[in-house]
């Protein structure tokens, strides 16, 4: 490692730790232990290249975030066994940082092979575009998502455009030997994404919780980090079991 990258590792380090502390002070322990999982490997990486005059302090450091991290872990397994694990994040009106990359990262693990989507609103441009860049996600994060179930509402209006742009999303997929398996349903209003690793995400508004950007050259049009978000919460649920819908 070159000691030019070592400022920049040192400051991303406190960045990502400090986080971690923010998220385990919200109580919002599953996004903090990986926050502290991230921050503890780039410190680790710092440790390799400082001068013995800070190893000290740094091992210190080091060896108290693994133990918060290590107790937070032997809670989160012992509420998920009991099933009795529920999480709650506030997205608020004009919020920033909630990419969907973001939101879902904490719960996609290695093993993550099957997804259910339930949402009645895969219908319009922008939507289909939503369900799209959430496919996306799902195939640059670090799982093998072999199945996509989608459940929506047809779209009365322009259900032509709708069942179009959900066949080239499949036939896309399917490039990348992913299966999409689409249903329609008339009765569907409830939200709900399945993970076949027990996370269970309730979104108020869906996937549909971006604002439109300003304009096509105003920042957050690309980088939905940066995009605005729409007021809504999020509801995290764990189970051992995942029914298929």
């Not at 369900?131 to 459940?151: D, P, Q, S, T």
């Amino acid at each position: 490692m070159s000691l030019n990258c070592l400022p920049g590792m040192e400051t991303s380090a406190i960045s990502v730790l400090k986080r971690a502390v923010e998220l385990d002070q919200s109580s919002r322990f599953q996004e903090s232990l990986v926050c502290y999982q991230e921050g503890i490997q780039l410190l680790l990486d710092v440790l390799k290249v400082k001068d013995d005059s800070k190893k000290v302090h740094y091992r210190e450091k080091i060896k108290g975030y693994m133990d918060r991290a290590e107790q937070i872990k032997d809670h989160l397994n012992k509420v998920k066994e009991e099933g009795k694990y529920h999480e709650q994040i506030k997205i608020t009106e004009d919020a920033t940082g909630f990419s969907y990359e973001t939101l879902f990262k904490p719960y996609i693990k290695e093993g993550l092979a099957e997804v259910w989507v339930e949402d009645p609103y895969i219908r319009h441009v922008h939507q289909l575009y939503n369900f799209l860049r959430f496919c996306e996600m799902l195939l640059k994060a670090k799982c093998n998502v072999k199945k996509i179930h989608l459940l929506t509402s047809q779209d009365e209006d322009s259900s032509s455009q709708q069942v179009s742009a959900l066949a080239e999303i499949k036939q896309s997929l399917q490039t990348q030997n992913v299966c999409l398996d689409i249903k329609y349903s008339s009765t569907i209003h409830d939200r709900e994404i399945r993970f076949d690793n027990g996370w269970i995400i309730k979104i108020g508004r869906g996937l549909d919780y971006f604002k439109k950007p300003k304009g096509r050259f105003s920042i957050g049009y690309c980088d939905y980090d940066l995009r605005q978000c729409h007021e809504t919460t999020v509801d995290v649920f764990h189970t051992k079991h995942t029914k298929n819908m």
